[in-house]
């Protein structure tokens, strides 16, 4: 299996900025498309931010010019840079990794991270 861990979350104003991080764990064979989702509460969860094996990136209209997602191979990381929050970007962020197994390395499967609250105050 593939464990997800999250961090970086917080409380913060309009205008400032955070990081999100999660590191993928386990018996990791590659990593595909490694991606953040957001969901606010009582709306349906919603892409922010992907980046492929590759390193293309692609970003939510919403974000584009605020926001930046980056990945450490070698690590197994990916992270979200996030820069003039505003309220509406306040949700739970959740990372989500395309991986395959040692076991069937050309088998990928989505695994998700348990999320980490972002709150955006005016």
């Known amino acids: 299996q593939v464990q997800l861990v999250e961090s970086g979350g917080g409380l913060v104003q309009a205008g400032d900025s955070l990081k999100l991080s999660c590191a993928a764990s386990?018996?990791?064979?590659?990593?595909?498309?490694m991606a953040w989702y957001r969901q606010a509460l009582g709306k349906q969860r919603e892409l922010v931010a992907q980046i492929a094996s590759g390193d293309s990136t692609d970003y939510a209209d919403s974000v584009k010019g605020r926001f930046a997602i980056s990945r450490d191979n070698a690590k197994n990381t990916v992270n979200l840079q996030m820069n003039s929050l505003k309220p509406e970007d306040t949700g739970v962020y959740y990372c989500a990794v395309d991986a395959s197994l040692l076991t069937q390395f050309w088998a990928t499967s989505t695994y998700w991270g348990q999320g980490t609250q972002v709150t955006v105050s005016s």
């Open positions: 386990g018996s990791i064979g590659r990593i595909a498309a």
